[in-house]
């Protein structure tokens, strides 16, 4: 059996300081890693920290100078990427060149500090077998309720003029794509109780 030993690190962030906050990530690493560990996870939003029961002192209809303060030191604090925090998080971990089967099991690597060509003996049955446990586009699909759209546009993040893409019917009388270009709106059949403007001069 090909085994991995890993380690997961639970701590917190030195709020508002990213700096002591990297510096602590690193001995996070370091400290596991001493022990034997090859795989070692941290918290998602470790570096930057996550302001959790913060408020900024946003209340419906309300904004207050000391919680748009808190939220420039929050800012502040996000981690640049990439950016001296990252490329030094990234020279402890390495990377690697590792070949995983289909079920997660490590085939070979990973390879660190130096080039090279992995190889491992590749079971394409494997693939089979690991539908059996989740085949995305198989027994376990539903187009129904998960889809993916990929929308390989170029966009730009500051549009002048025209219509907001995906706007049909967006504009100004007047203006293709405006209000006078939206389709008629039906008449509304008339009641046995009204009367034309000649109703009443029609007489039988």
């Known amino acids: 059996m090909t085994s991995v030993r890993a380690a997961v690190v639970q701590a917190g ?12 990530a690193e001995h996070c690493i370091r400290a596991a890693a001493s022990s034997g560990a090859e795989l070692i996870v941290l918290p998602g939003v470790l570096p930057g920290s996550h302001p ?27 981690v640049t990427v990439p950016g001296p925090g990252t490329q ?12 995983v089967s289909p079920r997660g099991a490590v085939l070979a690597g990973p390879l660190r ?29 539903r187009p129904d ?31 293709p794509g405006g209000a006078a270009s939206a389709p008629a709106r039906a008449q509304r059949p008339s009641h046995p109780c ?3 403007p000649r109703g009443h001069h029609e007489q039988a």
Do not use: M
């Open 113 to 141: 500090g130096a080039e090279g060509v992995p190889g491992a003996e590749a079971d394409l049955d494997e693939v089979t077998r690991a539908k059996s446990d989740l085949d995305t586009v198989g027994h376990y699909t």
């Open 88 to 99: 030094l998080l990234a020279a402890l971990v390495g990377g690697g060149s590792t070949i």
């Open 145 to 175: 309720v998960f889809t993916l759209t990929v929308d390989g546009t170029p966009r730009a993040a500051v549009r002048s003029g025209g219509a907001p893409p995906g706007r049909a019917g967006w504009g100004a009388p007047g203006i």
């Open 194 to 196: 009204e009367h034309s």
């Open 13 to 24: 962030s030195v709020l508002f300081d990213t700096a002591a906050t990297v510096a602590k």
């Open 52 to 78: 959790t029961g913060l408020d900024f002192g946003i209340t419906v209809g309300s904004r207050s100078a000391a919680g748009r303060k808190l939220f420039r030191r929050c800012f502040d604090a996000a």
